[in-house]
């Protein structure tokens, strides 16, 4: 779905941190939605932890930067950091490219998959926040 | 507004004393990751000399052109002619902007006057030390303060540990960095910092960023200051540190403190203190290549910037095989850390978070 000219996908579970959580098998694959990507301006640079990190849903576990911008990443769900895109590792900008798709950024073996409900999937829901976020931001 | 270049006599003779040899070109971090001519100095002396003599107009494309150089002076240092090309494209830039041709860093200068520093962030942090009176005051700047917090917050320490009486600031930009962009010092910035410095009653002020060193030095608006300036390095280079690792450790010059300042042996004379294993890389002092994160580069062209500090600490890698890379500088720390591939096991550190961290594995292994 498009919403004021930002793409969220249905189908993905989406955070109020701006990151989408999608199931793959057992593993949730993670990365950054197309608004937050178009606010960032071109990433230049994600830290990219060790495997078998482990993560708490909600809490920041690496940084993104673009030229302008340091921001935090946080985990959609809470488990063992399994993959991570080496892509990103020359070619941050793949999150600006292709932020669902070849942007995807970290998977996630979860403790449960039950947290995944703390997401949001509602377009409804989806669309009264990220019109929230909108307003809030442009205030700055 | 100007239509020309209004470079003055001393710097329109150094673009016609460019002899065209390309020594440049062997020593030009951006030419080497882009082997295009003009992001060299050679072809911005070719570029400035067509545009004095009529032959080219200036551009958009002239203006972004000039800010693709981090200003290293790695083509000064090595040029036969003795031209200084980065001050020469320094002062350019400030014409193209007088001309019209604003860039990228004009919003920085609004977020700088708004923020206080370069990022736009609302809040410093607070590092919890004193700020009140002391015979020494740390400035520790913007890219430390909010890109490098924990090797700050480290170099604190240390000062800490050897029991050195400092007391902080409520810093704000130095703003030295506009003079480098096209714009000028945020005179009512240095004006806050001189006022910050002098209620603290020091007579040294150190800082842990080399281009905040320079400035406080250098720059007319801080000459009341008052304080002797000291980078961090001259500071600590005379203590005993009672420390030592065994590791293979090698050194980054720092543009902004070796070619800049001058500052080469400090540095070193610590390093050898603390790691009976030093190894110099092949290009270092004044032929050190540069991290790619100076003269604004990171912020007009990022991807070149990581870039050219993934060339810069392969390079290092390559040619001492060391573990740990020291430097002194919270812009190079940065660019090598975000340069850094998952495959390189090497360590990066400025030397003062390196010497905390080995203080605290000291009393770590005292406690076990």
Known sequence: MNIEGYEFPEGLHYDKNHFWARVEGDLVVMGMNDYAQKMAGSIVYVGLPPEGKKLVQGKSFTKIESGKWLGKVFSVVSGELVAVNEELERKAKLINEDCYGKGWMFKIKPDNMEELKNLMTEPAVIQEWLKAEIAEHSKK | ?368
């Not at chain 2, 800010?67 to 090309?85: A, E, K, Y």
């Not at chain 2, 130095?174 to 806050?192: F, P, Q, T």
Request: glycine fraction near 8%.
């Open chain 2, 1 to 368: 507004m100007s239509t020309q270049l209004q470079l003055d006599e001393k710097r329109r003779k150094a673009i016609t004393q460019c002899s065209r040899c390309g020594f440049c070109r062997a020593v030009c971090p951006i030419f080497d990751l882009t082997k295009r001519p003009i992001t060299n100095a050679r072809g911005k002396m070719i570029l400035m000399k067509e545009i004095m003599e009529g032959t080219v107009p200036v551009t958009e494309g002239v203006a972004q052109a000039l800010l693709r150089c981090t200003t290293c002076m790695n083509c000064t240092v090595n040029c036969p002619s003795g031209v200084d090309p980065q001050e020469v494209i320094k002062a350019a830039r400030k014409d193209m902007v007088a001309m019209g041709y604003d860039n990228l860093f004009k919003k920085m200068g609004e977020v700088v006057e708004k923020y206080g520093n370069i990022y736009g962030e609302e809040e410093r942090h607070n590092w919890g030390h004193k700020k009140g009176k002391a015979p020494y005051a740390l400035f520790v700047g913007c890219v430390g303060t909010f890109r490098e917090e924990e090797s700050v917050g480290e170099a604190i320490q240390l000062l800490d540990l050897l029991k050195v009486d400092f007391t902080m600031i409520d810093e704000v930009c130095c703003s030295g960095v506009m003079e480098d962009v096209g714009y000028k010092i945020k005179e009512e910035l240095a004006l806050r910092n001189i006022r910050e410095l002098q209620k603290t009653s020091a007579n040294t002020l150190i800082t842990t960023c080399p281009y905040c060193y320079r400035v406080f030095k250098e720059h007319p608006s801080y000459k009341e200051l008052g304080l002797e300036v000291k980078h961090i390095t001259q500071f600590l280079k005379d203590f005993d540190l009672g420390v030592k690792t065994l590791k293979k450790v090698t050194y980054h010059d720092p543009c902004d403190l070796g070619r800049h300042a001058g500052i080469y042996d400090e540095p070193r004379e610590i390093i050898r203190k603390i790691a009976p294993n030093f190894v110099e890389p092949r290009r270092s002092r004044e032929n050190a290549m540069c991290c790619g994160s100076g003269g604004g580069l990171r912020g007009s062209f990022p991807e070149d910037s990581i870039e050219i500090s993934r060339n810069r600490l392969s390079q290092m890698i390559e040619e001492t095989g060391a573990e740990i890379l020291l430097t002194e500088c919270p812009s190079c720390l940065h660019n090598f850390r975000n340069a850094k591939l998952r495959k390189q096991k090497i360590e990066i550190y400025n030397i003062t978070e390196f010497i905390a961290q080995l203080f605290q594995e000291g009393r770590e292994k005292e406690l076990a």
